[in-house]
């Protein structure tokens, strides 16, 4: 989406002032349906509809006001612009709080206008692309139910349950590979804000000095290459479950900013004074005890308290062995679905492997293995496997270089599941450097998709 873009469905009897609106806003960049009453909006407005609606207050039959009822009732995450005379700022000062995204009295300036729409097609965008993702990502997050009957993990499952409606924050501890994500995708959909953004954010994997534009976003030159607005991750999240993975790694500075948005349950964007409230519920993981100084470091001890309102352990795979057949076995299936593959046969190489291994990666390491069985590669393969895409010792160093690149890129899709949006947050780089270096290398993100149709382009996460 370019600046300035997006569909307005603009509403207003006066066909004067309707045609020259939309004009300002063609020029503007934005697509524009030109209505002249409430009842033909209603006609072109649904859930899926993309933009934002821009109405006058006053109309004959339905007014503008009612329209508003109307669309929230239909979708209440569709932005509505009330346009209002003098008369009526009291009424859309209160429609404000019943929901109406932003009200402008007459007379205004285009540029206000043409503002407001920019930020409300924003948050349109992000909600219908991340309604969009999580509705394609259901099956396949469906797949991994905290798999499992040890003791652990059953009371586990329990929990998640009994807390999923509460509007409690959470710390999930677990060592790496053990499926915090999960647990806090599930958390998520398990409770009433499953229809809200699942925004994930991983404090380890992005530079210091872009993390708190991520997190809060920003205004127009707040910093230098600030230019346009951009909404943070927090606000994003408002309503739905905001997940913050390696916790633990999140700068000093930042964790102050955090603690005051957990007090506050508000934001405030970089260069801006506008302070934003949030319905927030946070879901935290590290890889470490944040009740122990020894492990804790610099995290902040009063950010520790403040987000440990509830704690679940997620125990590692060799503290549950008796899982590690009925967790190989959805693997080995989910792999073959993915490859195309008949179901291989588990051998005594294999069984012998999955009995004395130490799965120190654990469930992320199982399911690793299990794709290489479903390739014909058993445990004394592993060697081998690990540098079929390694070049020759005879390459030049660039060679060596973009075979290692390609071969990290793999990595971090076959960690996520062909997550395109987890991949670019654990390799650091740029969404556009990302998708050349796919484009470069010939590697399709379908490819390590559960079923392997998906659009090898397609984005399933915001970034």
Not at 87 to 103: H, P, R
Not at 130 to 142: C, I, S, Y
Not at 158 to 169: G, K, N, P, S
Not at 388 to 407: I, K
Request: proline share 5%; net charge negative; aromatic share 6%.
């Amino acid at each position: 989406m370019t600046e300035g873009s997006g569909l307005v469905a603009l509403v207003d009897d006066d066909a004067d002032l309707l045609h020259a609106t939309t004009q300002l806003l063609e020029l503007a960049g934005f697509t524009v349906v030109g209505l002249d009453a409430a009842e033909a909006a209603l006609a072109v407005v649904d859930r899926n509809f993309e933009g934002v609606v821009v109405s006058d207050i006053r109309m004959p039959g339905v007014n503008g006001l009612q329209l508003f009822d109307r669309i929230k009732a239909i979708d209440p995450d569709i932005p509505v612009i009330l346009v209002t005379g003098h008369g009526d700022v009291d009424l859309a000062v209160a429609a404000l709080k019943d929901g109406v995204y932003d009200f402008i009295p007459k007379p205004y300036a285009g540029d206000r206008l043409v503002e407001a729409l920019r930020r409300a097609s924003e948050k349109r965008r992000l909600v219908m692309e991340n309604r969009r993702l999580r509705e394609a990502a259901t099956q396949a997050a469906d797949g991994l139910p905290l798999i499992g009957e040890a003791l652990a993990i059953r009371r586990l499952r329990e929990t998640l349950r009994q807390i999923a409606d509460m509007d409690v924050d959470v710390l999930v501890e677990g060592e790496t590979g053990t499926g915090k994500e999960v647990v806090a995708d599930l958390l998520h959909r398990w409770g009433r804000r499953r229809a809200k953004p699942f925004v994930a954010l991983n404090c380890g994997a992005l530079p210091e000095t872009v993390i708190e534009s991520e997190l809060f976003g920003h205004e127009v030159g707040a910093f230098t290459g600030a230019q346009r607005r951009r909404i943070g991750r927090i606000e994003h999240s408002s309503g739905g479950t905001l997940f913050l993975d390696e916790i633990e790694s999140m700068p000093p500075a930042l964790q102050v900013k955090l603690l005051r948005v957990l007090e506050t349950r508000s934001v405030t964007p970089l260069g801006s004074n506008e302070t934003r409230r949030v319905d927030l519920r946070v879901v935290a993981a590290t890889k470490v005890d944040l009740g122990r100084q020894d492990q804790r470091g610099d995290f902040r001890e009063d950010l520790y308290f403040r987000l440990n309102v509830v704690t679940l352990r997620i125990p590692p795979l060799r503290e549950r062995r008796g899982d590690i057949p009925m967790l190989f076995g959805h693997f080995l299936g989910k792999a073959a679905e993915r490859f195309g593959r008949p179901v291989a046969g588990v051998n005594a190489a294999v069984s012998d492997h999955l009995q004395s291994h130490a799965w120190p990666g654990n469930v992320r390491e199982l399911a690793h293995f299990a794709d290489r069985v479903a390739l014909g590669l058993g445990p004394d393969d592993e060697t081998k496997a690990v540098p079929a895409h390694l070049p020759e010792p005879a390459a030049t160093l660039p060679e060596r270089v973009g075979h290692y690149e390609a071969q990290l890129i793999r990595d971090a899709l076959r960690d996520h599941g062909g997550d395109v949006r987890s991949a670019i947050d654990a390799l650091g780089v740029p969404r556009k450097t990302f998708y050349d270096k796919l484009k470069r290398y010939g590697i399709a993100a379908s490819e390590f998709r559960n079923g392997g149709d998906a659009d090898p382009h397609a984005v399933r996460g915001q970034i």
